[in-house]
């Protein structure tokens, strides 16, 4: 479990931590938890969001076990940077780092040379295996780096793939159950070895 490091004693310099993984393996989940632990620590906080993620709420990020948190939801990076310089901020955390432009790599980076402690969490890939958005970046930048797992449907392993049950060439396709499943490698690339029930 991630203990936040008592770095703000001795700088006044920032840091980014990034909590990465596939669908439904707890990432928005692990932001709510730090975010409300720096609100019981009396720190001050904005939480933001792409405005494209309305799947459950346009006004709080929800997790998928029903948790919410009041954020604002923006267009791009640079709305996070203009909204935080309006006033005193401890502490920004970001959901859904996948969606925004390559400009959030910037702004956290800026955001965290002003002192304040950036949370960003996000998908690390896309459906068909590969790098996601802008989070490669991200997670090259970040002081700290959490990838956290769900289990595969399949299998009951460890996964880390979010496997699109649907037709679509789309990077971007928002969905829940429905639409991704989360697969471990052996099951999201077919390598199971196992005999096939034959067909009756």
Not at 10 to 29: P, Q
Not at 84 to 96: A, F, L
Not at 145 to 164: F, Q
Not at 169 to 182: F, R, S
Request: charged letters at 30%; one cysteine or more.
């Amino acid at each position: 479990m991630f203990v936040e490091p008592n770095m703000k004693s001795r700088s006044n310099v920032g840091w980014i931590e990034v909590v990465c993984g596939c669908m439904f393996s707890g990432k928005t989940e692990e932001l709510i938890r730090r975010i409300t632990r720096a609100k019981i620590a009396k720190q001050s906080i904005m939480m933001f969001k792409p405005i494209i993620d309305n799947r459950y709420h346009s006004k709080h990020i929800v997790s998928h076990d029903a948790n919410a948190i009041y954020s604002q939801a923006v267009n791009n990076a640079q709305e996070i940077w203009e909204e935080v310089r309006k006033q005193k901020v401890d502490v920004v955390g970001i959901d859904e780092g996948q969606f925004f432009d390559e400009g959030i790599v910037d702004v956290c980076n800026e955001l965290a040379n002003s002192g304040i402690r950036v949370i960003v969490a996000g998908l690390d890939m896309d459906y068909r295996g590969k790098p996601f958005g802008p989070m490669p970046n991200l997670l090259a930048v970040a002081e700290f780096v959490t990838k956290v797992h769900a289990i595969c449907v399949k299998s009951g392993e460890l996964a880390n793939y979010s496997y699109r049950k649907i037709n679509s060439d789309e990077t971007v396709v928002l969905g829940e159950t429905e639409i991704y499943e989360a697969r471990s490698r052996r099951f999201f690339y077919d390598l199971d070895e196992s005999p096939k029930e034959e067909k009756k």
